[in-house]
């Protein structure tokens, strides 16, 4: 079985040290040439995406890894300490784990964490998440305008823009990469 043909999508690849998340790949084939297959890579501790062709990366070594549901208990310092749902085991994981979801984690709340060899490597948020207001001016009508917003605190503790008509106690779904609301929970 060719490495094209062992390649899924969420897989962990180790290359020159490095361990690396397949996003995505499509194989290209032109006429009677061989066929290229593109990658698409994002670096586990940075989290920077690239792009490569398997010839690029000569020999790739599939790592183990799975993913388990971890129940995030509360903030020491720099660090976010995790539980693990099945086993009850605690970790501290520090910002190059955590990442950019380190300001929309929410306590006693459970999320996938990427692990490799036990050990917790990623945490994976989804693309929406559904978070509830805290803090939020009054509710207003906005007359004939509908893109009027306001500022709004969520139970994460960042403060995001919303319609005019959301009201402290409200669960909105905010979209994780660019922290914009999406919508009203119902």
Do not use: W
Not at 127 to 152: C, F, M, R, Y
Request: aromatic share 6%; net charge negative.
């Amino acid at each position: 079985m060719s490495i094209s043909e062992q390649l899924h999508k969420g897989m962990v690849i180790r290359h020159e040290g490095h361990l690396y998340a397949v996003l995505d790949y499509e194989i290209a084939q032109t006429g009677k040439q061989k066929p290229t297959v593109h990658i698409k890579l994002r670096d586990i501790r940075s989290g920077h995406a690239s792009e490569r062709t398997l010839d690029q990366l000569g020999k790739i070594e599939e790592v183990p890894s799975e993913v388990r549901p971890m129940q995030y208990l509360y903030a020491a310092g720099e660090q976010r300490v995790f539980m693990d749902c099945e086993s009850y085991e605690q970790y501290e994981l520090g910002p190059e784990i955590v990442g950019d979801a380190i300001d929309l984690l929410v306590e006693e709340e459970t999320y996938r964490v990427l692990t490799i060899d036990g050990q917790p490597t990623s945490v994976q948020l989804p693309s929406v998440i559904v978070l509830e207001v805290t803090d939020t001016a009054p509710v207003e009508h906005a007359g004939g305008s509908t893109n009027v917003q306001k500022e709004a605190r969520l139970n994460c503790g960042i403060t995001i823009n919303v319609p005019l008509f959301i009201k402290n106690g409200d669960k909105i779904r905010v979209k994780t990469d660019s922290r914009e609301y999406q919508g009203k929970e119902h």
